[in-house]
């Protein structure tokens, strides 16, 4: 139960660095945007919305990926013989992907969504207007945000 936590887990990360980085690299478009009348919710729910769809892309494109990978484990999983031997022979593994798998995985995808998006949403909210479109963008240099964008 550790192992299947902790890949969620780095790739959650992996998910929140990227999005971090291209955050900061849509600091115009975000100004811009801000400056046109745009509100900061709005933005927000951009970021977020993006993330979920990254996310549930990911969690569709899994499900895809497991169904192959376990046809190959059981088509070729090493099959203990009578007398002590290992054989190919193919073996009946019963690994159903019934409506509760479905479920968890979606929910996972949803709440790895959510729980990232959250990350370029509140960078997005603190977006100055005057300092992005001015070209003044070094005062972030030393910020706390830019602390954790580094330590992600």
Not at 19 to 45: F, K, P, Q, T
Not at 65 to 75: E, I
Not at 115 to 142: E, K, N, S, Y
């Amino acid at each position: 139960m550790l192992v299947p936590l902790m890949v969620v887990l780095i790739a959650a990360t992996n998910l929140a660095g990227i999005l971090m980085a291209r955050g900061v690299a849509r600091r115009g478009e975000i100004g811009v945007r801000l400056a046109l009348g745009a509100s900061r919710g709005r933005v927000a729910r951009q970021m977020i919305t993006e993330s979920l769809l990254l996310s549930l892309g990911g969690a569709a494109i899994a499900i895809l990926l497991s169904r192959a990978f376990v046809k190959l484990f059981a088509t070729y999983m090493p099959r203990l013989g009578g007398n002590g031997v290992f054989s190919l022979a193919a073996v009946s593994l019963d690994v159903p992907l019934d409506w509760r798998v479905l479920l968890f995985t979606v929910a996972l995808g949803i709440g790895t969504g959510v729980f990232v998006g959250m990350t370029p949403a509140i960078q997005a909210l603190r977006t100055d207007v005057l300092t992005v479109l001015g070209g003044g963008g070094t005062a972030q240099a030393a910020s706390p945000r830019s602390r954790f964008r580094r330590w992600i």
